[in-house]
């Protein structure tokens, strides 16, 4: 599944944005906070925020679907700043450890700490400010490109705005627009492309500039302009921010820190492309299926 469909039944900040935009917002907080357990504001913020993730014997099922377990005694822990792709058959969980991370459900067992604190400790207001997402396919509102981006931060000024843009590789086709940052995008305006939409993602995220991210890679192809320009943004918006990338692309792989393999809820192996590469396992099977491509 992809971060967006999760978000329908549950709250990454992408579906909280789009619901504030739309006016729906509160009664959507309202639905998801009156789940037992999960306080609507109130907590800790950590203050300096390093960034450091650890999921500590995470045991998670949908509530939907509790028979099921998705992730079963999984660990792992992240280092500020880390870039650390997933990667893992369909279905293995990638997805739900994005989710988690996110706060959109909580663990039924184990414990996610965020620079050692336990996450249902943390104000989930200022959670959702500390984690900037990039879905796979980013749903912008209906309203202008620069309201669109300005989104990340509601303060920032017009100058910020565009330097975001330009950071994103957004700049220049939003200039080709005769309305420029004001064309009105969605229903009533006009289409952009699949990689020209989440290059106006990542200009949100860099102007909300997170001390976590969680990118959810295009598996349908761009062409091959806008993935080098996605790319080369996706780099910039990465550098110094504790990452966690599900991965589709081999040259995604290669540019991570670290690879995580999950397969049936748990990690299967973890090293560089390189190390993993030298071992006989699911990782290379992966690699020589699955990665054919780019
Ligand atoms: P893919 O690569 O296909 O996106 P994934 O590794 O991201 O897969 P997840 O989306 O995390 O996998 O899904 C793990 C399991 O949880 C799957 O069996 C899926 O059917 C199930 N699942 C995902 N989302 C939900 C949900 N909202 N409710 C119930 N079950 C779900």
Redesign the pocket.
Known sequence: ??LV??SV??LTDLWADFMRASGSAERVFDLLDRKPGMPISGGERIDPLQGHVEFQSVRFA????LD?P?LKDLNLAIQPGEVVAIV??????????A?LLARMYDPQGGSLLLDGRDLRTVDPEWLRQQIGVVAQEPMLFSGSIFDNIRYGRLDATEAEVEAAARAANAHDFVCRFPDGYRTSVGERGVQLSGGQKQRVAIARAILKDPRLLVLDEATSALDAESEHLVKDALERLMRGRTTLI?AHRLSTVLGADRVLV?EG?QVVQSGSHASLMEQEGLYRRLVERQFAAA
């Open positions: 599944t992809t469909s999760m039944s549950g949908y509530p939907t679907r099921a998705v893992g058959p369909s279905g293995a969980g990638k997805s739900t450890i989710g599900i999950l809820g």
